[in-house]
C-alpha cells in the first residue's frame, strides 16, 4: 500500500497552484465580483483586460486548453453575431463615421464599438468563471460551504446527482454500443443519432432510479444519519488573510464598477 | 436474555401478496457467530433487514410478531443509532459505493466521518482495514470505476472500519473468485477472535461449517432447521430440502447407510481426515 500517499490525509488539501489551492468560497467571491463589474461596466476595454487577465491564470494553472476550447466556443459566434447584428441595425442611420468599405458593404464606427462592448463584456465573464469552475472541485466547494454551516445532506445530494450523471452518461454508451454491435445505426446525422438515443431513455432512466432507494439504505449503513460531531478525513486549509484581502479588493472593484455605471446612466438622462 | 430475540415474526413488503417472512422465532446470543443458509428467495435477506431496522424503519408493509433488539422493540430504535451499533454488508455490491468520494481511501473512511472519528485515528483505522482486507493497492482509485469484486471489498471494508459490535454480513462472497472468498472468510474469523457478533448470510457452505458456531437454515421465510453447527449440518432431513450440507457430511450419512459408520458425522475436511483415519485405525 502506498502509506505516503494514505498520509498524506494528514496535510490540508492541496494542488499545488496558488489560484486552486485558494478556499473555494473566497474564489468565488472574486469570480463573481469581476463577473458582476464586467457586466455593469459593459467596455469592451474591462471586458479584453478581463480576457487577458483570465488567459494568463489559465495558463498558470495549466487549464489553458479546456479553458481555450470553452471560451472559442463562447467568443467566435457572439463576436461574428454581434458585429454583424449591429451593422445592419444602423446601416442606414446616418451621422455615424465610416469604417470601411466590405464588398460594396458600409461598416460604421459606432455600431461597431456598441457591438464589441457587449461581445466583450460577456466574454471577460466568461472568462472569469471558466477560470473558477475549472480550477475548483466541486467536492471541494462543497467541503467549503459545509464547513460555513452547510447540511452534509445537501452536499450529498449535490455531489451524488453529480455522480449520477456521469453513471447515466456512460450506461448511455454502453446501450448505444450495444445497439450498434446489433447493427442499428447509431453514427451519422442527427435525426439518424436521435432516433438510436431516444428508445435508451428510458432504461438510462429506470436504472438511475431504482438504484436510489438502495443507495439510501447504503449510506444509512454509514452512519449518514448519526448525529453528534462529524469529522472530515479532507480538510481545507484555513483561510489565510490574504485571500480576505484580495475578496475585498474585489468587492471593491464591484461596487466601483457600479458606481461607475449609475454616474453614466444619470449623465444620459 | 439473548441479544436479538424474534418471536413470531410475519412480515410482507409493501405491495406484495406474499409474506416474505412467516411465524419466524430465534434468537442471536452476543458474541457469537451464526451463519444462515437456504435456498434463493428463503427469507434471508429480508431477516438481514430486520435485525438492522430497516424493516419497519425503511421498508414499511406488514410487520407483526416481536423483534427485539437488546430488550428493546425494533419498532422503538432510532435508524442512527442502530447504524453505530449493528454494521450491515449488503447483497448487492453495485448500490453500495457512495458515489461521492474520488478515492477508495476516502469512501472507506465515509462511515468514520459520519460517526465523528478523530482524523489520525480514522487514518489509521482506514489503512489497517485496507491492508486487511487486501485492498492496499487501490486507496487511490476511484470507487466509481471499480469491478464488482472489488465494489464488494471496498463496501465491506467501509463497514469493518466501522467497527460496530454487531455485524449483518448479506453474500458477502457472491461477486469474489476462490481467492477473493478465503480472504474474506479471513477476515471473518479475524473478526470472530474479536468478540463481535456476526451474522453471516453464506451459500458456501464449506466455510459456514468451518467458521460458524450456529447456524440457521432459512426455508420459505421461517427457519426450517437451527442449532449448533453440527447439529445442524448433519441431520439426515436436510438431505431431503433444498438446503445444502457440507460434502464430507454427505460421505459420512453415506458411510453410514452402507453400515460403515464413522464415530461421528464429519462437516469439515480436517474432521473427515481425522475420523476416517481413526476408522482405518479401528
Ligand atoms: N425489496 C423487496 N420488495 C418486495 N419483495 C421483496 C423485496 N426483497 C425481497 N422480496 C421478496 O421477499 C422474499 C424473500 O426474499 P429475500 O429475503 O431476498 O431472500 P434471500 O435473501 O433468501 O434470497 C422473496 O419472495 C422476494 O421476492
Ligand atoms: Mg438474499
Known sequence: ?269 | MAFIELKNVSYKYPYTKEFALQNLSCSFEKGKFYGIIGENGGGKTTLCNLIRGLIPHFYLGKLTGECLIEGKDIRDWDTAELSSKIGYVFQNPFTQISGIKSTVFEEVAIGLENLGVPKDEMIERVINVCEQLDIGHLIKNNPNELSGGQRQRVAFASIIAMDTETLVIDEPTSQLDPEGTENVFKIINTLKHSNKTIILVEHKIDLIAEFCDEILVMEDGTVAFAGPTHEVLTKRELLQHEASIPEVAKFGLAMEDAGKHLSSIPVTMDEAYRLVKERKGR
Not at chain 1, 103 to 118: A, D, R, T
Open chain 1, 1 to 269: 500500500m502506498d502509506r505516503e500517499f494514505a498520509y498524506s490525509y494528514n496535510n490540508y488539501v492541496k494542488y499545488g497552484n496558488g489560484w486552486k489551492d485558494m478556499n473555494p468560497i473566497s474564489k468565488l467571491t472574486i469570480a463573481v465580483c469581476l463577473g458582476i463589474s464586467s457586466c455593469v461596466i459593459q467596455r469592451w476595454q474591462f471586458g479584453v483586460v478581463l480576457c487577458i487577465i483570465g488567459t494568463l491564470m489559465a495558463v498558470y494553472t495549466k487549464i489553458f486548453r479546456k479553458y481555450l476550447r470553452s471560451l472559442l466556443a463562447i467568443a467566435i459566434p457572439l463576436l461574428l453575431l454581434t458585429t454583424i447584428l449591429r451593422q445592419l441595425q444602423y446601416a442606414h442611420t446616418p451621422g455615424f463615421t465610416p469604417l470601411f468599405n466590405l464588398l460594396g458593404w458600409q461598416w460604421y464606427k459606432e455600431p461597431f464599438i456598441m457591438s464589441m462592448n457587449v461581445a466583450w463584456y460577456i466574454i471577460g465573464f466568461s472568462s472569469v468563471l471558466l477560470n473558477y469552475f475549472l480550477n475548483t472541485e466541486m467536492k471541494d466547494l462543497m467541503l467549503a460551504l459545509e464547513n460555513r454551516g452547510v447540511t452534509h445532506v445537501a452536499s450529498y445530494i449535490m455531489l451524488s446527482s453529480m455522480q449520477s450523471i456521469i453513471d447515466m452518461k456512460k450506461s448511455a454508451d454502453t446501450i448505444l454500443e450495444s445497439q450498434k454491435a446489433r447493427g442499428i445505426e447509431t453514427d451519422g446525422n442527427l435525426i439518424v443519432r436521435m432516433k438510436a438515443f431516444f428508445p435508451t431513455l428510458g432504461p438510462i432512466l429506470l436504472s438511475a432510479m431504482s438504484g436510489t432507494e438502495e443507495k439510501a439504505i447504503a449510506m444509512d449503513a454509514r452512519a449518514f444519519s448519526h448525529e453528534g460531531g462529524h469529522t472530515y478525513l479532507r480538510v481545507l486549509r484555513p483561510v489565510p488573510v490574504w485571500e480576505y484581502i484580495l475578496d475585498a479588493l474585489a468587492v471593491l472593484v464591484m461596487i466601483g464598477s457600479i458606481a461607475y455605471a449609475v454616474l453614466r446612466a444619470m449623465q444620459r438622462i
